[in-house]
């Protein structure tokens, strides 16, 4: 159980242009997900918290206009990267917790992330 | 604030042998909850282990343990019976509550036959 389906895999833009990547909880309802960027051989880094029917909570540094979060329903969360330029190719990961599995030590199950280059 | 270091950029072992990958963390919270996360060249992250920081007993996964050391903030993960397949970036990461995690800046580890 609690897997996380990230679409698409890979994408190729052309600069200027919009892409958007879905995230879906397949088998749980997912109230927060989280949407981390790598960089080559480097770390996760928290983008933002995409929280159903609300508001996503953004991380110091991360343009809101420019990685739109919606997160309509329980189980989507959808980031949108708007204009893009070839500095915003990276891979994209996002992520949830099962509620099912608790509070406490309950992981993160991730989505099999987003390679986004942009031309 | 919370962080999370891992000092070792890279590791190498030969196969059937024993490694271990440290983590050391910063907090002043007394409960919180230890990971380590493994993700090799598919970029899939798949959790490998977890320690809660109630437990004093190190949480063991088959070829997978952990040495959790609590009051120097350490938390390192051996791999016993390195086999190929264990050969990936591995991050060790903190929560406390709420639900955001803290990851260390990975050790990617070689598995050498």
């Known amino acids: 159980g609690a897997v996380v389906s990230q679409h698409p895999s890979w994408v190729i833009c052309k600069s200027g242009t919009s892409v958007k990547i879905e995230c879906r909880s397949l088998?749980?309802?997912?109230?927060?997900m989280f949407w981390y960027r790598q960089f080559p051989k480097q770390s996760l880094m928290l983008m933002a918290t995409?929280?159903?029917?609300?508001?996503?909570?953004?991380e110091q540094g991360v343009e809101k206009d420019k990685f739109l979060i919606n997160h309509a329903s329980l189980t989507l969360s959808t980031l949108t990267v708007t204009s893009a330029h070839p500095e915003d190719s990276s891979f994209y990961i996002c992520?949830?917790?099962?509620?099912?599995?608790?509070?406490?030590?309950?992981?993160?199950?991730f989505g099999n992330g987003t390679r986004l280059t942009v031309t | 604030a919370q962080t999370v270091t891992q000092s070792q950029p890279e590791m190498s072992v030969q196969e059937a042998e024993t490694v271990t990958l440290s983590c050391t963390y910063d907090?002043?919270?007394?409960?919180?909850?230890l990971f380590w996360y493994k993700q090799p060249p598919s970029r899939q992250m798949i959790l490998v282990i977890r320690?809660?920081?109630?437990?004093?007993q190190n949480a063991t996964e088959n070829r997978f343990s952990v040495n959790f050391q609590k009051a120097a903030k350490s938390f390192s993960l051996k791999i016993s019976d390195s086999q190929l397949g264990d050969a990936a970036m591995y991050f060790c990461?903190?929560?406390?509550?709420?639900?955001?995690?803290?990851f260390g800046t990975g050790t990617s580890l070689t598995v050498i036959p």
């Open positions: 907090t002043s919270e007394s409960d919180y909850y």
């Open positions: 320690q809660e920081a109630y437990k004093q």
């Open positions: 992520s949830a917790r099962d509620p099912r599995q608790g509070a406490g030590n309950s992981p993160l199950h």
């Open positions: 990461a903190y929560r406390y509550t709420g639900n955001q995690f803290y």
């Open positions: 088998d749980f309802q997912a109230t927060t």
């Open positions: 995409s929280n159903e029917g609300s508001k996503a909570t953004y």
